[in-house]
């Protein structure tokens, strides 16, 4: 499993990347949307967690994986994602994330 977005080493408000800012820290100003890309070889994608500091936050279970984030908070926060397949493997990635989010949209 990939963290395909956003992209380290951005600046991205409100959910779009809008500069390069440091090669390996990412920064989140409002809610973002954290893209997931699952390579299978020869198993299918049962699903997707997505954790935020240790906790989980969404199940995705169809392509694309995605999950709406949207804490109100200003931190670093490490994001965790795992994917599961049909025979019980698993893979992760994590990512820490400065965000910067202080109001939360309905």
Sequence with gaps: V??????PGTLSVHGRAV??????????????????EVFHSSSPITHVDFYEDG???FN???APYAWHMQ???VRTHTITIVAYDTQGHTSRTTREIRYINLL???
Excluded: F, M, N
Excluded at 24 to 35: A, F, G, H, L, N
């Design 104 to 106: 939360l949209r309905k």
């Design 19 to 36: 500069k390069d800012i440091d090669g390996r820290k990412t920064t989140c100003i409002d809610d973002v949307w954290i893209y997931a």
């Design 2 to 7: 990939r963290l395909v977005s956003p992209r």
């Design 71 to 73: 804490t109100r908070s």
């Design 60 to 62: 995705d279970t169809s």
């Design 55 to 57: 906790r989980l936050k």
